[in-house]
């Protein structure tokens, strides 16, 4: 039994705990508790860059103790430079609101803390963002460069350069900046866009694919990864080389992609990739990704699958049937008036395989056309050391086809009775969405060469601006070489069809004057450049709309298999620079005075092996733009540029 102390005690500590009682003589009444809320933003953090694009902070309030109304929002401790939309806002428990900052052009980095004070009820409460202010970007941009060789015609000439010249490209100014890491092969030339907002933040953005199915994305200028993309479905791996050491030891994206900045939320790139699924099957696809997440756009990806009429090699039921398994894209992608055109190569010369060109739309991903080049024959497929198919103004596209079968005996207008057009220098129509051939030249011993693959197809295509010659005749025309040392230069409005006895309705054949091509050539001030196998780099000016049947111009040194496909860069017609890229066991960038060959820079010259990037890639073109050179390898980008 407790003391008397002990019950007082206790009864003392029960009045201490006991609310206040509502008003006098009131013996049960207790107070309610007073309407409340509870305030909370998101995210933490956020960073925006002077000039660029608003970032948000979410904002929501939790109503507590039965409060009503809305709760009074302000916000304070923003910066100098940098505004908030709204300032103030009423804000409704339960629904949250967002509140922008962007920052003016000339706002100062920074870093503070923005307070959010929320009031209602009588009471108060406030929640705090870290924001980070950026100082706007500095670094130059430069010209897109959104497919291979900088345009559809692929002159590859970037005629805006406008930091890169003879006197700095030299080995104490200029050399290996960095090197930017991949996952495997880069055969494809890298592309380019400047000025990309990406998280509130613009960036210059280089892109590179690899045969490892990969697509990545990095800052141009700090070289840092922006994103990275793989486009293997579930449980895929890449397709080995099929006993081909063309493209080797794995295919995934072997061919340079193409961009639309107009297309999707933010612009999109294209890209074909090549992947074998675990029941053995393999698979090409379409994809268009978000160029500022690498995200798969609406739609993407499309499975390629093509027929066309005809008996050759791999039909059934009258119809040639696309086997996935027994090619790969390789030749550039092509984007004109909506589409997107691609063109297909074999594995070595394995049957059965035919020539294929197709199209897809760019918005839909739809194929919308097919034609195949040997539909009654073999072969004929579309090599041309990975240059992109070219095209003219009103629609045409021109390539070279490699070994195949070709019809000797022609129909009346000209055309091979069977539609076999293979070793052929092709125009084709689009015109009316409909693939077509609409023009063609055959060599007049085009069969022999196919028999001993000495075929055209090993080179690219260069629609060459217009030409006037000295009576004032404009000529459009194109230039393509292969195998065989022979330059062939097509008038595309006639171009010569075959004649077994010569080549009389060729516009120009000139012999000779380079050896065999597996690249193809630049455009320049009225020059064509060429760097063959086993050759020196050549410059074969235009003169009455011809071209030169031998360099006055060349360089010193001879450069071994396959050749070197040349980019130029230059402001308007001065300081331009002819760029290559010499495969070796360790790779070569060379830069020559584009006026005298003259060589200016060779990534060798530096001591310490300061320049070198690995050993070399057969068919990579250099990209250039920004002050910067960007080359495909092995395992990564290698960026050159001015040294610090």
Not at 122 to 127: L, S, V, Y
Not at 309 to 334: H, I, K, M
Not at 618 to 630: D, R
Request: aromatic share 8%.
């Amino acid at each position: 039994m407790r003391s008397e102390k002990q019950r007082v005690l206790s009864w003392l500590a029960v009045l201490a705990a006991a609310p206040v009682l509502a008003g006098c003589g009131a013996s049960s009444v207790v107070a309610a508790a007073k309407p409340d809320f509870s305030l909370t933003s998101s995210p933490a953090s956020i960073t925006v860059t002077a000039g660029g694009g608003a970032q948000t902070v979410s904002l929501s309030a939790t109503a507590l103790n039965k409060l009503s109304g809305m709760v009074q929002v302000t916000v304070s401790g923003v910066p100098a430079g940098v505004t908030a939309a709204p300032t103030t806002l009423n804000l409704a428990p339960g629904t949250p609101s967002q509140v922008s900052f962007a920052a003016a052009a000339n706002a100062s980095a920074t870093t503070v803390t923005v307070q959010f004070t929320g009031t209602a009820a009588g009471m108060t409460h406030t929640t705090t963002v870290t924001l980070t202010v950026n100082a706007a970007v500095t670094t130059t941009p430069g010209v897109d460069v959104t497919t291979y060789h900088y345009d559809i015609g692929r002159t590859g000439l970037n005629a805006s350069e406008t930091t890169l010249t003879p006197s700095n490209v030299t080995q104490s100014k200029f050399g290996l900046l960095r090197i930017l890491p991949v996952d495997g092969k880069v055969d494809a030339q890298p592309l380019y866009l400047s000025s990309v907002m990406v998280g509130g933040q613009l960036h210059n953005i280089v892109y590179a694919v690899t045969e490892h199915d990969s697509v990545y994305a990095f800052d141009a200028d700090t070289g840092a990864q922006i994103w990275k993309t793989s486009i293997l479905g579930s449980n895929e791996l890449t397709s080995g080389d099929h006993g081909c050491s063309q493209i080797s030891p794995e295919i995934g994206i072997t061919s340079t992609p193409v961009i639309d900045r107009k297309a999707g939320a933010n612009g999109t790139i294209f890209v074909v990739g090549m992947s074998l699924d675990g029941g053995g099957a393999y698979h090409q696809r379409l994809h268009a990704l978000d160029v500022t997440t690498g995200a798969e756009q609406t739609g993407s990806p499309t499975e390629i699958h093509a027929t066309y009429p005809g008996t050759g090699a791999n039909s059934s039921g009258g119809s040639v049937v696309f086997d996935p398994a027994q090619y790969a894209e390789r030749v550039g992608l092509l984007l004109m008036n909506g589409t997107i055109y691609m063109g297909w190569t074999s594995h070595c010369d394995q049957d059965p395989y035919t020539g294929w060109l197709m199209a897809y739309s760019e918005s839909s991903l739809a194929q919308t056309s097919v034609l195949n080049l040997t539909p009654n024959g073999s072969e004929g497929s579309i090599w041309m050391a990975g240059s992109g198919l070219a095209a003219d103004s009103s629609g045409n596209i021109y390539f070279l086809d490699a070994n195949g079968t070709f019809d000797g005996t022609l129909d009346g207008s000209g055309m091979p009775v069977n539609r076999d057009f293979g070793n052929g220098f092709l125009k084709v129509s689009t015109a009316g969405g409909s693939l077509a051939v609409a023009d063609y030249f055959e060599t007049n011993n085009t069969m022999a060469e196919s028999n001993g693959d000495e075929d055209l197809g090993s080179g690219g295509v260069l629609v060459l601006p217009d030409v006037t010659d000295t009576a004032g005749t404009v000529h459009h025309l194109a230039v393509g070489a292969g195998k065989d040392s022979n330059i062939y230069v097509v008038n595309r409005d006639s171009m010569g069809h075959y004649n077994a006895q010569n080549n009389s309705a060729l516009y120009q054949e000139v012999d000779g004057a380079i050896d065999g091509v597996f690249s193809m050539p630049a455009y320049f001030n009225n020059t064509v450049y060429y760097a063959a196998v086993d050759d020196n780099v050549k410059a074969l000016p235009i003169t009455n709309a011809k071209l030169a049947t031998s360099a006055p111009v060349q360089s010193v040194n001879q450069y071994g298999y396959p050749g070197m496909t040349p980019a130029i860069s230059a402001n308007g017609t001065a300081n331009g620079i002819v760029w290559t890229v010499e495969n070796a066991s360790t790779a070569v960038l060379h830069a020559f005075d584009a006026g005298t060959l003259q060589e200016l820079y060779n990534s060798s010259q530096a001591a310490g092996e300061r320049d070198q990037f690995g050993a070399g890639n057969k068919f990579i073109t250099p990209m250039v733009t920004a002050g910067k050179i960007f080359v495909g390898a092995p395992s990564g980008v290698a960026v050159f540029g001015l040294l610090q």
